[in-house]
């Protein structure tokens, strides 16, 4: 071998050398990084068992012998889980939240604006902000009856508070609720079981931007009475 050949040799070694450093230091991805976490949580043998554990009906079991919980990022466990399952349909709102929903909906259709009524929406699909931390506090919540405007932007939501609402964490939720619409701009009106119709189909024109009728104008509607109508419970 010439002197050359020994030179470009040991020129050759040295890159595979720099290109082999280089990749033992390149930092993880953050995937990458999950990836390993969970291989290294989950032994292999784990691992190739939750899919045919759940194709099979057989308990998954943990490298310690126990039950382990089944790998739900995968899609086809999650598809194997659900054909096992029973499932029935619920009630969106019960009997309550559907009256007021109903006073509601009238409302909105009354006002010939374009709004619309919607139940249980989710505040993590109709607000947004930067604060990741502000974000996931609120992602989860729902509020009973949300109402949009023409161009679907939420213009205000409405809560039934029934008897024993504020137990628990009740009133913390409903503050957290209320203050994050509050900062998008969209209102809130709050509704209790000893509000009566006539009060409540008001509050919603106000929140419509409707003035009501004045009784007193000449050729306006007569006053109604002041005893409460049926109270919504």
């Known amino acids: 071998m010439t002197i050359f050949e020994t030179e470009v040799l040991a020129a050759v070694c040295v890159l595979v050398a720099l290109a082999l450093a280089m990749a033992a230091l390149r930092p993880q991805s953050s995937k990458e990084k999950k990836s390993e976490y969970r291989n290294w949580k989950r032994p292999s043998s784990v691992r190739r068992s939750a899919y045919e554990s759940a194709s099979t009906g057989t308990p998954f079991l943990s490298s310690h012998g126990g039950p382990a919980l089944p790998d739900l990022s995968d899609l086809g466990v999650q598809l194997n889980a659900i054909m096992k399952a029973a499932f029935q349909k619920r009630r969106v709102m019960n009997r309550s939240e559907y009256e007021v929903f109903k006073i509601v909906e009238s409302e909105v259709a009354s006002s010939r604006k374009g709004y619309r009524a919607f139940a249980q929406t989710s505040l993590g699909q ?43 964490t009740a009133a913390a939720r409903d503050a957290i609720k209320k203050e994050a619409l509050r900062r998008a701009g969209v209102g809130y009106l709050e509704v209790t079981q000893t509000d009566n119709e006539d009060q409540l189909r008001l509050r919603i024109r106000e929140q419509l931007g409707m003035k009501a009728p004045d009784p007193r104008t000449p050729g306006g509607p007569p006053a109604r009475s002041v005893n409460p109508v049926s109270r919504l419970h």
């Open 126 to 168: 109709v607000l947004e902000s930067p604060s990741s931390d502000a974000f996931r506090s609120i992602n989860a919540k729902r509020v009973d009856i949300l109402v949009v405007d023409r161009g679907g932007w939420p213009a205000f939501a409405v809560e039934y508070q029934g008897a024993g609402h504020y137990q628990g």
